[in-house]
């Protein structure tokens, strides 16, 4: 999901991709907290010798960077938040599922993927082509280790830890698409002291895909503007 953005960082920063515990090819336990995913990063950032990073973060990721950004405030330098939510007790997918639940709810799988792509992107064939080559690393969890992450996030006290957020923040909404919205984007920026917000005109729930180029030129200019060691 996140390589092609990382590669176009790395030409100026150390770029350093994580999948945290419950993801990707990483162990798989069945109860995990939020602290757990901040530790697990600090405890690596100790490993790699690097005593500050300006963090990266999507969707429901930005709850974890901004724990950081709290409880470890000498390893943040800012946070880009893409697309964040404060929206408790349900995850993003769930509440879009949810809303169309009364047409979808006996279609087959991929009609309802179908339908639902058209909701949450703002190029649907565009975002499926980009999706095909991206590893579904669901595939290789059980049930139990999927729903082990989900309840991370629904559990967590979200709108508070967005609150005490005080290093710089940057904030990126896509216009488009309704996984999450440009106003619950603006709901994050609104609980951050003195937060940037933008809104990417051509993108939905994946501005660094959708307007990579740009995305990637914002990003930069943020990150060079509050952090001199250039990690990301």
Known sequence: ?????????????????????????????????????SDDIVELLKYLYIEEV???????????GADISVRYPEFTSSLMLVNPTSIEGELPEERLFRKYAHIIRNWDPEKQDKFL???????PRKMNRFLKHVVDT??????????????VFKNADISQ???????????????????????????V??????????????????????????????????????HDEKHV
């Open 161 to 187: 830890t967005y609150r005490n957020v005080v290093v710089p923040t940057k904030i990126i909404a896509g216009e488009f698409g309704e996984r999450t919205t440009r106003l619950e984007a603006k709901e």
């Open 138 to 151: 669901n595939e290789i969890s059980t049930k139990e280790e999927i729903q082990a992450v989900k309840e």
């Open 1 to 37: 999901m996140f390589n092609k953005l990382a590669a176009q960082l790395a030409k100026s920063f150390q770029v350093v991709l994580i999948d945290l515990r419950g993801h990707g090819y990483s162990d798989k336990p069945r109860h995990i907290e939020i602290k757990d995913f």
């Open 117 to 123: 792509n058209k909701r949450k992107y703002y190029r």
């Open 189 to 226: 920026a609104d609980l951050i002291q003195n937060a940037d917000f933008e809104v990417y005109q051509e993108s939905s729930a994946f501005p660094f895909v959708e307007e990579q180029e740009r995305f990637v030129e914002d990003t930069a200019s943020f990150i060079n503007k509050h």
């Open 54 to 64: 300006a963090f990266v973060c999507h969707e429901m990721g930005g709850i974890i």
